[in-house]
């Protein structure tokens, strides 16, 4: 089993769509959750961290649930400029992160 | 305020060859990890350098190996190349214990 498993994608939606991508980690001893965008042939970037009791940022939800080893983001309102590869990504002990292979998103007009 | 930098941005070499890649922390990040990205994959962990020693190690055979500099730049060394290597090499740099990573815009290393 994959340290980090995302939803396969690839998700295609009209803008203005609500798109949710999920996540689940397999080591329990997980200790920081992070959501990284990254656009075709660029580095990752920071989207937004997640908490236990859920953290929104705009048009962006993520949410956490430790019992289940399970974590979401939430896009509402999607615009052109969404489109990337989104990653899940999981710290063990603050010394590396395991990223997820990844969900590409496509909005189209 | 300069961010993470490497180089080469790009790199071609023939298979059996030797490679060696270099990586720039942010000011003020001490700490420089080494990521693996294939194409349609998501980075995958190498190694991770901290006062001048390798912290912790992925699963990456030990023709991968680095080096850390006082002034806490990094390089990776990947040794007897296979095609296999061709991928995204990316640094990250954060400060010390935590999180706040941020990435090099990484070198693209072709093995023909």
Same mark, same amino acid.
């Given at each position: 089993r994959k340290e980090v498993e995302q939803d396969p994608g690839p998700f295609n939606v009209p803008e203005g769509a609500t798109v949710a991508f999920n996540c689940t980690y =397999?080591? =329990?001893? =997980?200790?920081s959750f992070f959501w990284y965008r990254q656009d075709c042939r660029k580095e990752p970037k920071l989207l937004m961290s997640v908490y236990s009791s859920g953290n929104e940022d705009g048009r962006f939800t993520a949410q956490l649930n430790r019992a289940s080893q399970y974590i979401s983001l939430l896009i509402r309102d999607?615009?052109? =400029?969404?489109s990337a590869t989104y990653l899940c990504v999981v710290t063990i002990d603050n010394n590396d992160m395991r990223f997820g292979a990844g969900t590409r998103l496509t909005v189209k007009p | 305020d300069a961010g993470v930098t490497q180089s080469p941005t790009h790199l071609i070499k023939t298979r059996g060859q030797q490679v060696t890649l270099r990586c720039s922390p942010k000011s003020g990040h001490d700490t420089v990890s080494w990521y693996q990205q294939a194409l349609g994959q998501g980075p995958q962990f190498i190694f991770q350098y901290y006062e001048e020693e390798e912290r912790q190690r992925g699963n990456?055979? %030990?023709r991968f190996s680095g080096h850390q500099f006082p002034n806490y730049s990094s390089e990776l060394n990947v040794n007897a /190349? /296979? /095609?296999? %290597?061709s991928a995204l090499y990316l640094c990250a740099s954060s400060p010390g214990q935590g999180w706040g990573y941020t990435f090099g815009s990484g070198t693209r290393l072709t093995v023909v």
């Open positions: =397999s080591n =329990s001893a =997980s200790q999607s615009k052109l =400029s969404d | 990456f055979p %030990d /190349l /296979l /095609l296999g %290597d």
